[in-house]
């Protein structure tokens, strides 16, 4: 099939992912697929990986059949940003540690590529959150994010202090390091680090999570994607920062408010394989599952 063209996005830092960028080029030419690289990623890369160089920003992936990333979850992310305005797939294998949400790693990356060349994988919708922040009613920055939305002291030496709200009604208010609002996809990543629960992809939901709470009810809840969560900021306290998957940061003054939906748009990943979810747990966090019943 002619015509085709894939977006390749590169953690272009280290030598051995520019390396395996030439490979997975290589691959690609042969069946007559096109690259197209970032242009401020091409410098890094050799000429012949690619043929057509674009700005990073919303079009980039206009008219590919999807962004195949080298990297770990932090270049998936980036990737994800370019992919979702043009509503094509995610594909990324693992360069870094554990890379949680890449589909491969580099022991089948021929196979990954094969597989998209034959067009033989399956598209996953992952949903995502749109965030709006505001004080006063001005709004102050409307994001979104695919892991998690956090709200966080913007200096180590202070507590912030928050109050929590779902659907307009109050939860709970107390002094932390910050609060992060998720998805199922992101309760593997921050969410996790701070205590939130592990949610399997499948299931719709909205996870909030306190970090370091000086409270005595400060658990993780699990709410309706289409409840309203919102962050208030105490407008007598100190400033906060509002991080989307730790890419797009605004500052927050203090009395500002953040609320987090559903997201209208979600972010498209690509599956070369029926593995269920729990075995991709239990491998990525090499979780032991032998017990006295294998003796």
């Known amino acids: ?34 690259l197209r690289v970032l242009a401020d990623e091409a410098p890094q890369l050799d000429s012949a990986c690619y043929q057509n160089v674009v700005r990073g920003g919303p079009d980039a992936a206009e008219g590919t059949e999807l962004v195949f990333v080298l990297g770990g979850d932090g ?8 992919a979702r305005p043009a509503g094509v797939p995610v594909l990324a294998v693992n360069m870094g540690r554990v890379g949680f949400l890449a589909e491969a790693d580099t022991d089948v990356l021929e196979q990954a590529v094969a597989q998209v060349i034959a067009q033989n994988y399956e598209v996953d919708d992952r949903m995502t959150v749109d965030v709006t922040a505001s004080l006063g009613g001005r709004q102050l920055a409307h994001t979104w994010a695919l892991n998690e939305a956090s709200v966080e002291k913007s200096s180590r030496d202070r507590i912030l202090d928050v109050r929590i709200e779902v659907d307009g009604r109050p939860v ?3 002094g932390c390091d910050g609060v992060l609002c998720a998805t199922p996809t992101g309760s593997t990543a921050y969410a996790f680090s701070a205590g939130g629960p592990v949610v399997w992809p499948d299931v719709q939901a909205l996870l909030v999570v306190p970090s370091n709470a000086h409270a005595m009810f400060s658990r993780p809840l699990v709410v309706s ?6 962050v208030e900021v105490d407008p007598d306290g100190h400033p906060a920062v509002l991080c989307c998957d730790g890419r797009r940061t605004f500052v927050l003054p203090p009395g ?4 987090v939906v559903g997201g209208t748009k979600p972010t498209r990943l690509v599956r070369l394989r029926e593995e269920p979810f729990t075995d991709r747990l239990v491998h990525k966090f090499e979780l032991p599952v032998q017990s006295w019943r294998d003796r």
């Open 1 to 34: 099939m002619t015509g085709r063209e894939v977006l390749l996005v590169v953690h272009t830092g280290r030598a051995d992912t520019r390396h395996t960028a030439e490979k997975v080029a290589g691959w690609f030419a042969a069946a007559d697929v096109k």
């Open 75 to 82: 270049t998936l992310l980036r990737a994800a940003e370019l």
């Open 172 to 174: 709970s208010a107390f």
């Open 225 to 230: 994607p289409g409840s309203v969560v919102a």
């Open 256 to 259: 500002a408010r953040v609320e």
